[in-house]
């Protein structure tokens, strides 16, 4: 592995959140709370500046992402600039917006794959969790990068509303011809921990889907990729914190505020710096946000003394300040976290809520600036 100052390995992947603007709605959007108004995104030269400076960086991919990306009228510019930085491009998006003038001008530019988010493989269910009636614009989105010869992956957040649904979501992952499938339990940040009540699965649920996916993934093995994240509320096993924090990836905002993980924006003190005020290197090797829990020596117990601190890095920093109010104890997802006992107290009360059938509606993610709406 490649090292930058001081030893620090290079960054591999940028995640660039263009806007926090969106058509969706989607009430386990990891965004946060408070979202980005379009005055204070950076502009095209100076997304520019940020490609080009991740490139010398080191970093070879970037997801394009959001929000939505689309909504970004110099797109087809940004693409272009990485390309030109040598940075392979994948665009993330909801297919809303998306033609066939569109996506040739960013294929022209230099986009490299698309990844399309799908709600639902039931196009009533997809526009009721999406909030917006987009399922029929994903079914040509997808058409139209086929046809583009781009190569095309699906990206489904799993939670209590389509976990039942996975034989039908792989079926349409394949009759859209796509080359991956994602099938990922829902991160609870953002608006999705504000619907946590009403997203978070049972176990008996997450179980039955599980077994469903491996039934898949022996049937279609050397055909389609199909990849499996389960939430980590459930198996005491907490997720890596993003390969490590400030390890292998970097994600810049809309207003160009640079952080070790797209949820670090709400940990109290991290005085997280921008690409503004402080060149992309300068940030990634010496700033202090991304020193804070970048290797093993902030560690507590019983994360210092665990044999999988390197494997999992004291889980996630945002969950557990999420949780507990302090991001340095040990995420509560871990069965030998002291609070692990709040995770299972979620996932009961979430089996109780099914067992009464009072599971709460959807508070649909914002505008920026926006009102919140329920459902």
Known sequence: MTTAGGGVPRPWALLAELTHLCPLRCPYCSNPLELTRRSRELDTAQWRDVLRQAGELGVVQT????????????????????????VHTQLVTSGVGLDEERLAGLAAAGLRSVQLSVQHADAQASDRIAGSRSYEAKERAAALVREAGLPLGLNVVLHRDNLDAVDALVERGLDWGADRIELAGAQYYGWALRNRAALLPGAAQLARAERRVRWWRERLAGRVELVWVASDHFGGVPKPCMGGWGEVSLTVTPDGTVLPCPAAAVLPGLDAPSVLTRPLAWIWEHSPAFGRFRGTDWMREPCRA??????????????????????ARA????RLSPDHGLVRAAVAGAEAADAEGSRPGYVYRAAPSGKRTRA
């Not at 995420?331 to 871990?334: E, F, G, K, Q, T």
Request: aromatic share 4%.
């Open 63 to 86: 997801h394009l992402s959001g929000g939505e990306p689309l909504l970004r009228t110099d797109l087809a510019e940004i693409v272009e600039a990485a390309e030109s930085a040598g």
């Open 331 to 334: 995420d509560p997802a871990c």
């Open 306 to 327: 665990c044999p999988r601190r390197e494997e999992d890095f004291g889980g996630c920093r945002c969950q557990a300040y999420a949780l507990t109010g302090d991001a």
